[in-house]
Structures are given as C-alpha cells and as structure tokens.
C-alpha cells in the first residue's frame, strides 16, 4: 500500500509522514527530497536556475516513479504537487490519498516561524501572510479536496492525527 500525504505548507504533512511510516513500518519518501537528491539541487535551486515548469515536470516524473512501486510506503507530496497536470487523479488512481487540513489561523502561525525555509513566503510580512495563506488554499483546495481521506490537523498532537489516518484508513 502506497499512502500519499497531501496539504498546504504547513500542514504537516512530513512530520505525520515520519510517525506514520515508522508506526506502519513502511519506507519514507519526501518527494520534494527525492527530487532533490536525484538533480543534486535543493527545490529553491531548482527554480532559480531552471524555473517552475522544469521543476513541475521533474516533480511529475519523479511521483509517477514512485507510484509505480508495488512497496508499503508513505509519500509525502509537496504542497503544489496535487495542483499541476492530472497529478490528483494519478495520485488516487495508484495510492490512499489523506488530506491534512489547516485553518488559515494555524498554517500562518506554524509559516511565519519556518519563513526562511520557505521561499514562497520568505519575503511575506506576518501581517499580511494570512492573507496570502488564505488565497492560495482557495486555489489549491479544489485539488486537496479530492483525497481520498481528510484529516483535520488544528490544535491535534501528531500521534492522534496518525491514529486516525490509520483507523480511516484500515477500516
């Protein structure tokens, strides 16, 4: 079983990824990671000197890889992996989808402490951050809403979000 973690920035979705698989006993894969390790760039390198479509286009290549494995893993997506080409439809097509959602309140509380991790915000005042949160989640979540499961991750410890992907997921 393939076990795809999607959700904005913030969302949680490598911490639950890690507590996940080690609780499952399934392989970790970042793909965001992955696609760094294999170009020898970090994602933000890739941008600056290759742009978005030819990251896109590795990112699309590298999750049609990984879905085509028969392993147990948990894959945990890049929050724009769901919105680009039909990556939704083949992300359900070949795993078990979760959804980890966020208020707007708590993914800019948990952003405006990672800012220079995050290039996408890095140059965002925390004033206007949920703002910007909340408009590109009206943009994303057409996509996210198509998971299979969806987990509310707001004001919940991590061992109780992935006891309930588990239970949704084995029941």
């Known amino acids: 079983m393939i076990i795809s973690l999607v959700g904005y920035m913030g969302s949680g979705k490598s911490h639950i990824s890690k507590i996940l ?4 006993n399934f392989r970790l894969i970042d ?8 170009n020898k760039l970090t994602i933000p390198e890739i941008f600056a ?38 990556n939704m439809e083949i992300i359900n097509s070949n795993s078990k989808s979760v959804f980890l959602r966020a208020s707007v309140g708590t993914l800019a509380e948990r952003l405006s402490k990672q800012k220079e991790k995050r290039p996408l915000i890095a140059n965002i005042t925390d004033e ?3 703002e910007f949160i909340a408009k590109h989640l009206f943009e994303r979540n057409i996509f996210y809403s198509k998971a299979q499961f969806h987990v509310v991750t707001d004001s ?9 992907i588990i239970e949704k997921l084995y029941l």
């Open 21 to 24: 698989s080690e609780k499952l």
């Open 31 to 38: 793909l965001d990671k992955e696609i760094s390790k294999r």
């Open 49 to 86: 000197k290759r742009g978005e479509i030819y990251f896109r286009k590795l990112e699309r290549e590298t999750l049609e890889e990984i879905l085509a494995t028969e392993e147990n893993l948990v894959l945990s997506l890049g929050g724009g992996t769901p919105a680009y080409y039909n």
């Open 128 to 130: 206007n951050l949920p």
């Open 156 to 164: 919940r410890e991590p061992e109780e979000i992935v006891g309930e």
